[in-house]
């Protein structure tokens, strides 16, 4: 999409905001109440070049996200696979599918159209520049990826489930027992209540939001609130 506005505008109102820093806490309860409502992006839901279903992927055939989403617990950004990682499958499964046209272009010289590039999906969630954000810094610390990006695992096409806004942001920094999960369970899609037990024999502790206060407690789990944690 086109952008009218020249870059710099993008940081003039965050330039503001950290001039008054002295009045920072009130800041932040005005900027958590502001930018909400413009964060329209939820339900954001872009046609891809193949029908690529997750529901068919890991719902029904249980590839764990890391098979594709190789850098989500190593890095701080999650990158989107490569035609190659599509390739070891469909080279030989459902090979003739009309969807899987534009994996042929980048991956079969024998196809007609070939030009070996790579496959253009259309990106979803995308923070503004001015927002540093670390995938494995959440991931591994027993965040899931549904906490953020919803029931990916049922999805037949990939859509923005959680706001992503500064306020989204600060409620779990606040209170993050509400999702804290054993690092087992942080690609377990099915995760509740009833998996507690495995880690705690403890008659008080029963649901996963009370394993998440002991969680927190035993690893000292303190996100930050602090302007710099978010805004370099
Ligand atoms: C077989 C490969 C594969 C697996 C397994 C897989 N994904 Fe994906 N994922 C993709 C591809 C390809 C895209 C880009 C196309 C699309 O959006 O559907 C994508 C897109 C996404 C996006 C949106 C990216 C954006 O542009 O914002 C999210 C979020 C995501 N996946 C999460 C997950 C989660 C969570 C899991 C595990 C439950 C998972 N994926 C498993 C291949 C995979
Ligand atoms: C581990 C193996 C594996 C990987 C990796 C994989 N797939 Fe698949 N995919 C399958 C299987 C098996 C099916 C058939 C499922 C069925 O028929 O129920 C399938 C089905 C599909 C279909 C539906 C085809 C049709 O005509 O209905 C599309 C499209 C597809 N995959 C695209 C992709 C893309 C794009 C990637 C890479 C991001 C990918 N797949 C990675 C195994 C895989
Ligand atoms: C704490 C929240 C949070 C968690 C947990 C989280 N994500 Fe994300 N994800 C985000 C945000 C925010 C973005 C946008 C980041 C940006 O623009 O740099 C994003 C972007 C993505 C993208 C798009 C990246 C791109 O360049 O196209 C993929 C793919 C993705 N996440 C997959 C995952 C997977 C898989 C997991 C679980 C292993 C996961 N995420 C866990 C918040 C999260
Ligand atoms: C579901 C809960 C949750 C959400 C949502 C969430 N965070 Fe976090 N965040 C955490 C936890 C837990 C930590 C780790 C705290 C610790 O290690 O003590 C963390 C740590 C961080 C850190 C420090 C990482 C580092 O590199 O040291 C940054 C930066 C951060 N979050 C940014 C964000 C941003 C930006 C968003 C919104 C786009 C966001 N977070 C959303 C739970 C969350
Ligand atoms: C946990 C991460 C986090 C922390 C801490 C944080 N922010 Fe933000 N901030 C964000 C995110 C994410 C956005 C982008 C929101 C969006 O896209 O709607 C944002 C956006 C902003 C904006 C632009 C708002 C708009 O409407 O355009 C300003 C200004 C801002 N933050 C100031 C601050 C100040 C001042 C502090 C400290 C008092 C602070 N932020 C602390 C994550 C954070």
Not at 48 to 76: A, E, K, N, T
Not at 199 to 228: H, M, N, W
Request: contains cysteine; hydrophobic residues 35%; proline residues 7%.
């Amino acid at each position: 999409m086109a952008n009218f506005f020249p870059r710099w505008t993008n940081l003039l109102p965050l330039k503001i905001a950290v001039c008054a820093g002295s009045v920072a806490a009130g800041v932040v309860a005005a900027f958590a109440y502001y930018a909400t409502p413009k964060a329209q992006v939820v339900g954001y839901q872009p046609s891809q070049p193949i029908p690529f279903s997750h529901s068919i992927h890991v719902g029904q055939l249980g590839i764990d996200c890391r098979y594709c989403h190789s850098f989500v617990d190593v890095s701080g950004h999650s990158n989107v696979p490569t035609a190659n990682t599509c390739w070891n499958c469909h080279e030989h499964v459902q090979r003739d599918s009309p969807k899987l046209e534009p994996l042929h272009r980048a991956m079969n010289p024998s196809f007609p159209g070939y030009d070996g590039k790579p496959i253009e999906w259309v990106r979803i969630h995308k923070s503004p520049d001015y927002v540093y954000f670390n995938h494995a810094a959440h991931v591994n610390r027993g965040i899931s990826c549904q906490s953020c990006h919803g029931d990916v695992h049922e999805m037949e096409v990939v859509y923005q489930a959680e706001s992503h806004s500064m306020g989204w942001c600060l409620e779990c920094h606040r209170a993050p027992e509400d999702h804290i999960r054993p690092l087992e369970e942080v690609f377990n899609f099915e995760y509740g209540d009833a998996d507690v037990a495995r880690y705690v024999q403890d008659d008080s502790i029963t649901t996963t939001r009370q394993l998440g206060l002991r969680l927190v407690e035993k690893f000292d789990v303190q996100p930050k609130e602090s302007c710099a944690t978010c805004h370099h």
